[in-house]
């Protein structure tokens, strides 16, 4: 079946550093769609980026990532993390058969220190 | 644009009492979801509705059950609440079936005593 790995639970760096916060998931279904949630304390989840074309960049609010069907993969990057960073962050995959549903990684937690 | 609202914020109940959580949307959206957040194990599907009165399980609906009232309110009953549990639920909502983005509320969060 469907799957998403976020192998990082904890991703912790000092501001200024580039993030790469990995996603790697599993699915039969050649049009695959990935996105990345960001949860912030204290907020709503929200979408951050979200993709289902192969090795185009998409980019938001600093963040980019790359589809990569090749490999799988979908990871999360930024160039300078700043302390604002600091949150959880799910990556998702659009269920085969286009129920709507996603599946969620495990999420990764990324702290930014000073 | 809209809002999700889910009530209460906060749970605290008794081991084996019934909880129940509620969820609004004015984004005039047809699909909701349920969704329950613990830490190092993602979001996970308990519910969720593709229309009024339609109701489909997720993979984690044993121990819940769910009510569709209308189109902008979807509850979700703890059937039983386990002792020690704490964890927080999330409601969310898309356009449609298929559409993409989901939009998520605030959250619920919820301690058993």
């Known amino acids: 079946g469907d799957s998403v790995t976020q192998k990082e639970g904890l991703v912790t760096l000092t501001e200024g550093l580039p993030v790469m916060l990995n996603c790697t998931y599993q699915?039969?279904?050649?049009?695959?769609?990935l996105f990345w949630y960001v949860h912030y304390l204290n907020e709503s989840p929200r979408l951050l980026l979200k993709?289902?074309?192969?090795?185009k960049r998409t980019e938001h609010q600093g963040f980019h990532a790359t589809l990569h069907k090749s490999s799988s993969s979908f990871h999360l990057q930024k160039s300078s993390a700043q302390l604002s960073d600091s949150a959880l962050y799910y990556c998702?995959?659009?269920?085969?058969?286009?129920?709507?549903?996603?599946?969620f990684g495990l999420g990764t937690t990324l702290q930014v220190q000073p | 644009g809209g809002i999700i609202t889910q009530t209460p914020k906060f749970l605290i109940g008794q081991e084996g009492q019934k909880l129940t959580l509620k969820c609004q949307q004015n984004?005039?959206?047809?699909?909701m979801y349920w969704y329950r957040q613990d830490s190092g194990k993602g979001l996970r599907l308990i519910y969720y509705?593709?229309?009024?009165?339609?109701?489909q399980k997720g993979d984690l609906s044993e121990g819940y059950d769910a009510s569709r009232e209308k189109k902008s309110s979807f509850s979700l009953t703890v059937t039983s609440a386990q002792k020690n549990e704490m964890a927080v639920f999330l409601c969310?909502?898309?356009?449609?079936?298929?559409?993409?983005?989901?939009?998520f509320g605030p959250g619920t969060r919820l301690l058993v005593l």
């Open positions: 509705s593709i229309t009024e009165n339609d109701l």
């Open positions: 998702a995959l659009r269920e085969t058969g286009n129920t709507g549903k996603l599946i």
């Open positions: 969310a909502s898309t356009p449609g079936l298929g559409q993409d983005t989901q939009y």
């Open positions: 984004f005039n959206h047809d699909t």
């Open positions: 993709s289902s074309t192969d090795n």
């Open positions: 699915t039969i279904y050649s049009n695959a769609f």
